[in-house]
């Protein structure tokens, strides 16, 4: 019972000493914060801060990577440390793709599967390279491909519990060149998972391991194992994308496990559960996007209302139960077909907001609530750029709102004046300060 507590505590400790557990956070950190300034360029404000990103999935990977490294330990999966570099160099690779579904270690498990056969056995002629080579000869190519079917099941139910989560509002240009909205749904959880080495205090007894060991003794080495997934949807919301995707690569995971058990009578199908997992994953993706284009696009211009591309977390737009896809169609009272209709609605009671919204089955209701100093200038709502093309800033909004009042005073004006009502032009900014704020605007669309 010692040493098996001793090694838990080596294992874990090993966690920390591998470089591939802050490459991962480096990679994440990276991909967060070209997030970020994508959805500052589009919204003009940020959704999900970077650190929240990284640390929201951690309990649901430490849960699932407890239940993977049970399974892995019982069953036995051997591996040598001649894997390890392995791993870190074909993950390395995937890297600047910068997508969360190729960031997942069961691509790159899948492609060392493939790769195992082609490589030497040595004759490089340094003798470290070929005592690292020969080491990969050994490898259980069964307890990898075990392996890499517990990865795809654990990574098939975080996508299935956690997939939709923090998912980012992005927007593009669609065929006929207008500005529509879309999600980006992409999540990473870094799992970590207990492998069991050669040389250790832990030996075998009668009943386990259940797949045959080549050494006699073995120890427990956590290593971190990152899962992803990534998606754009224009045509479904976030929740449903990850709850079909998720299903799907659920039905690829026991797919594969089928291919897994005939491995174990001819040798030569592991490397068909390679392939099978490492192209039915992309194409599940690909078919996916493929139908969603063929679908109406929920995140348009709407000649009636606006429709919630996505609501900033902690606003006030959430504590009113706004909801992603959602159209509002009155802010107090007042019909709203543009941003600066659905700002200047907003200025009309700042202390209350009261909204008109129709909901995902068509059915209209009603939500109110208060409004504070510091609240987003649309109380936490992002929306598909209207006529300008753009999203526009709080300093635009207010100068669009100036200059859009002040010219229908003017044409008001112009028509008594044509009716015979002659009436004096009132100065309603002073000419220096209407001219300047006519150019903030123009500048700022």
Known sequence: MGDILIEILLGIGRLFLHPLTYIFVAALLWFHISRVKRERKDFHTRVHDVVSTILTPIPKGLIVGVIVSAAVILIGIELPY???????????????????????????????????????????????????????????????????????????????????????????????????????????????????????????????????????????????????????????????????????????????????????????????????????????????????????????????????????PKSTAEKMDIRTGETIVKVNGRKVETQREFYDGLQQNSAFAKLEVIDHAGEKRFAQASVYENDHYLIGCLFVPDDEGVNLSLKGLRSSVVVHEDRRNVRDLEQKALAGKKEPVPQLEAPEERKEIKEEAESLK
């Open 82 to 312: 001649a894997i390890i570099p392995l791993i870190t160099l074909i993950w390395l690779v995937q890297m600047p793709f910068r997508q969360m579904r190729w960031y997942s270690l069961t691509v790159t498990l899948s492609v060392i599967l493939l790769l195992l056969p082609f490589l030497p056995a040595g004759g490089t002629g340094v003798a470290f390279v070929d005592g690292w080579l020969s080491d990969l000869n050994e490898v259980n190519l069964l307890s990898l491909g075990t392996l890499l079917v517990l990865l795809l099941i654990a990574e098939s139910v975080l996508v299935l519990l956690d997939g939709a989560a923090q998912s980012s509002p992005a927007l593009r240009k669609s065929p006929r060149g207008k500005i529509v909205g879309e999600h980006i749904v992409s999540r990473a959880w870094i799992l970590p998972v207990a492998l069991l080495f050669p040389a250790g205090s832990l030996s075998s007894i009668d009943w386990w391991p259940l797949m045959g060991w080549n050494s006699e003794t073995f120890g427990l080495m956590l290593l971190p194992f990152m899962l992803g997934f990534q998606t754009k949807v224009q045509s479904y919301y976030p929740e449903e994308a990850a709850s079909m995707l998720g299903r799907r690569m659920m039905l690829l995971a026991v797919a594969s496990a089928g291919l897994l058990a005939a491995s174990f009578y001819f040798s030569g199908v592991i490397y068909f559960v390679a392939a099978f997992v490492l192209i039915g994953r992309e194409w599940i993706c690909v078919a996916f996007d493929i139908g969603d284009k063929r679908r109406t696009r929920l995140f348009t211009a709407r000649e009636n209302g606006l429709t919630v591309v996505d609501i900033l």
